[in-house]
């Protein structure tokens, strides 16, 4: 991957292009950046690039001319790749689009300084703008770089093994789970027991679980374009559920922990032989154990919660604390309005 970088400030991008996985990219050949100054190309006599606006207004606006000569002498008449203004204007930039650009043998990215750039040297040179996101930064370098750094994640060698950039926030349509690494327990913080397991099923399904469940939370509109399967919406659906309850269980001060469905799971007998009053187990047992669906019951982890409504009252709280688990079955009544 080839990218030409036009701007007024190269010493801003080389520190960045000369460290870690980009500097390695770069000395490996994986990967080649070249700065153009476009100052280079000015022909006013102190080397100027910009001027005032025309109409008026505060700032200074980049020229065209050391633009578009920038852009002759350094691009071939042949070039086929895309050639993007950094913008606060542009499209916004997003793992899709990174995948897109990825897939360019060349690029060429234009950095905006001051008010901006002439329009006629967007209209001569310009394929694309790009933005990086809804805010403005006083120049394009910074975006440059967010560009250069995500797509060369995705050029064939720059990770240490491909399977790398497959597991990611955006590259599976979800956000990525959360990672934990020696010691198990830092000052009393403990890593998930799962991941300590060496069960490969069991970390795999943990994961997925946290994917979703951070996407639901932080990034809900996500779910609608994420590749899900059968398995996926079941626990969404129960996720929505629980996040019912804990919006609930927020409202009236109580306090508990989310566990993750995989651990409710593991318990859900002994939780409903000590919760579930005994005329309700039949019903219980159908929703909870076959179905899992949960309507009027819900199969739930709460480590200190106690629902108020939470049938059998203060007697299931007490059979709930001499058990000793950390954890239990919440039950939502029917008829709780959830
Ligand atoms: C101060 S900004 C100009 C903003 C411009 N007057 C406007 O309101 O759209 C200077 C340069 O920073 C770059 N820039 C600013 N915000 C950006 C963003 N969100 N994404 C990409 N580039 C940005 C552009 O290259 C722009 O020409």
Redesign the pocket.
Known sequence: MRIKVFTLFPDMLRPMLAQSILGRAISAGLLRVELIDIRDYSKEKHRNTDDYPFGGGA?MV?AAQPIVDAFAANLPEDFHGRRI??????RT?NQRVVEELAGEAELAL????????DQRALDAVIDEE???????????E??ALVVIDAVARLVHGVLGSDESSEDESFTTGLLEYPHYTRPADFRGAKAPGVLLGGNHADITAWRREQSLALTLRKRPELLETAPLDENDRALLSRLKRAGEVEALLDERGVAYERLSMQEADRWPKEWFAAFVPEAMRKAAKKQCFSGRRHRGFLWRAFSMGYIPDFVGGDAAWERWQAYGIQGGLGYVPEDAGL
């Open positions: 700032g980049m203004y950094l913008s606060p204007r542009g930039l234009l950095c905006g300084h001051y008010e901006g750039v790009l933005s990086i996101g809804d805010y403005v930064l006083t120049g394009g910074l975006g």
